[in-house]
């Protein structure tokens, strides 16, 4: 093992994570007149909110209101949402969309108002959208609010390794940047870290979405919950040697259908909603038919889409058109792939971990919200909402003396990464994929714990070999909490225990010290 010495620097707050989750928390610390880091693994621009093109869901419309946005929420949820959670989450929407535009996001409009879509397993039109580059508009618009404020401090390429504790909680991270190894104490750190599908050879997610967040928290004795509900979108462009793309869920919102290589409408035939279903009944339809067929893909048709194709949907008809697709004419060939992580670090509703100190908000953590299976357009929301809690609860603390600890680098020698991560991808996507059994699994846990022993959980300073250990081990969560879930609920499917289970009604946690099981009967776990 190698030591190096320390560059040490003291802040009231360090967010880590420039999504939308770690952007707005940070702008709402901002008021405290607190000193706050925000921390980019690479370029500040890479984070799966600019991969979010539907929009962002609320009840603004005198045709909604938040209690229909609560049950379509817990519908979809399949039994594990926690309706408390659930209920302040759609109560306070409007008021986080009237935050969103103070700060200078555009939505669509209309004569009436904000213009408004409507996509699966919601039963009005309630998503909030700038043509379909919502996330990104949102960002932008965020990024541009950071300069106003002289107290935060943006840093990029700067890669979190392990979070710094002592016996009264987390006081720091310890970090990679171009110039090496540093330690950043504050008296409070927030992870906002995203979500890990890159662990599956096929995801929506860009490079940096490896679970980072959720290891750190994991090897620090912070409780993760509901690992193995991983969310696979339906529709996602399927050509030889093209990256995949996003086609948003929102095209089926205005009407684009579904059909089969054999020109079959399916849909139909699995779901009263159709192409609206909730999204993991949707994907299993598209892999369904794809088996029956023999075919790679399916087609997603946009002839049924009413108004202006190009001026609705710019990105995806750029994109498309890029690769040889006219969209006002051709079908799309799409297929499921790898999207967003349900499960993650186990917080309360106001972003509290276990851990005093730490918090966390957006796709790296669990609040109960999302239950077995995502409402479409509810990240977003749900990163808003706790990230304004995150700030209110940072904000009424009197500020804290902060803690330095001897924290003394240990670094593993580096290993060679590149195998280690396309195998454990290709593991994940054919055994940890939309459909799962025992036999599968097992054979996962055993294979991944072979890439294990090829690379050793531990620090490295390679930000891709550190990149690879982390998902190396959110992998392993997640195989282990498919495993343990002997049933069908939501995104997770069991070949071997096709149904859902009441005796499965519940979250499987893990920990460094094992696992358990919470009947929702008995609760939330405490955090």
């Not at 699966?120 to 609010?145: C, E, Q």
């Not at 050879?201 to 193995?228: F, L, S, W």
């Not at 097992?442 to 982390?470: F, H, W």
Request: proline share 4%; with cysteine.
């Amino acid at each position: 093992m190698g030591k190096t010495g320390n560059r040490v620097e003291c802040w009231d707050v360090v967010v880590a994570g420039t999504g939308l989750a770690g952007l707005y928390t940070a702008l709402m610390l901002a008021k405290t007149g607190r000193s706050i880091l925000l921390l980019a693994k690479t370029s500040a621009d890479e984070s799966n909110t600019n991969q979010a093109q539907a929009g962002i869901a609320a009840s603004v419309s005198s045709h909604d209101s938040p209690r229909l946005h609560m049950e379509d929420t817990m519908l979809a949820g399949a039994g594990l949402c926690d309706p408390m959670a659930v209920t302040s989450l759609v109560e306070a929407g409007p008021q986080g969309i009237d935050s969103l535009v103070d700060l200078g996001v555009e939505f669509d409009q209309t004569e009436d108002g904000p213009a408004l879509t409507q996509e699966g397993a919601h039963s009005r039109r309630r998503v909030l959208h700038a043509g379909d580059a919502t996330g990104y508009v949102i960002r932008r618009a965020l990024m541009a609010n950071l300069s106003k404020w002289e107290n935060i401090t943006l840093r990029d390429y700067t890669n979190v390794v392990s979070l710094i504790k002592d016996d009264q909680g987390c006081c720091g991270l310890a970090c990679v940047d171009q110039q090496g190894p540093i330690v950043y104490y504050s008296s409070a750190v927030v992870l906002a870290s995203g979500g890990g599908c890159q662990i599956y050879k096929q995801t929506t997610n860009p490079d940096v979405a490896t679970g980072d967040g959720i290891a750190i928290g994991y090897r620090a004795g912070v409780a993760v919950r509901d690992m193995e509900f991983i969310q696979f979108h339906p529709t996602v462009l399927c050509l030889a040697d093209v990256p995949r793309f996003l086609i948003s869920e929102a095209a089926r919102g205005e009407g684009a259908l579904l059909y089969s290589s054999d020109h079959r409408r399916f849909m139909p035939d699995y779901h009263p909603l159709a192409e609206l279903a909730p999204r993991d009944v949707v994907a299993r339809a598209i892999v369904q038919e794809m088996e029956r067929t023999g075919a790679k893909h399916v087609w997603l048709d946009f002839n049924n889409v009413s108004g202006d194709i190009a001026k609705r949907f710019p990105t995806i008809v750029q994109k498309c058109r890029e690769y040889g697709i006219d969209l006002l004419k051709d079908p799309v060939p799409v297929a499921p792939a790898a999207h967003y992580f349900i499960g993650g670090i186990v917080t309360d509703q106001q972003g509290r971990t276990s851990l005093p100190g730490l918090y966390a908000c957006g796709e790296a953590t669990c609040t109960g919200i999302h239950g077995a299976n995502r409402l479409a357009s509810n990240s977003l929301l749900e990163a808003l909402v706790i990230g304004q809690r995150i700030a209110d609860i940072i904000s009424e603390q009197k500020p804290v003396e902060i803690r330095e600890i001897p924290w003394d680098w240990n670094f593993e020698q580096e290993k060679d990464w590149h195998d280690v991560r396309s195998q454990l991808q290709q593991i994940m996507w054919e055994n940890v994929g939309l459909k799962r059994d025992k036999s599968g699994l097992e054979q996962a846990l055993s294979a991944i714990q072979s890439l294990d022993c090829q690379l050793p959980q531990g620090l490295y300073q390679n930000r891709k070999t550190m990149e690879t250990v982390n998902m190396l081990l959110v992998a392993r969560l997640v195989a282990k909490g498919a495993l343990l879930r002997q049933e069908s609920r939501g995104v997770h499917y069991r070949t071997d225990y096709p149904a859902p289970s009441d005796h499965q009604l519940g979250h499987w946690v893990l920990s460094l010290d094992g696992h358990g099981f919470y009947p929702v009967e008995e609760g939330e776990p405490h955090v």
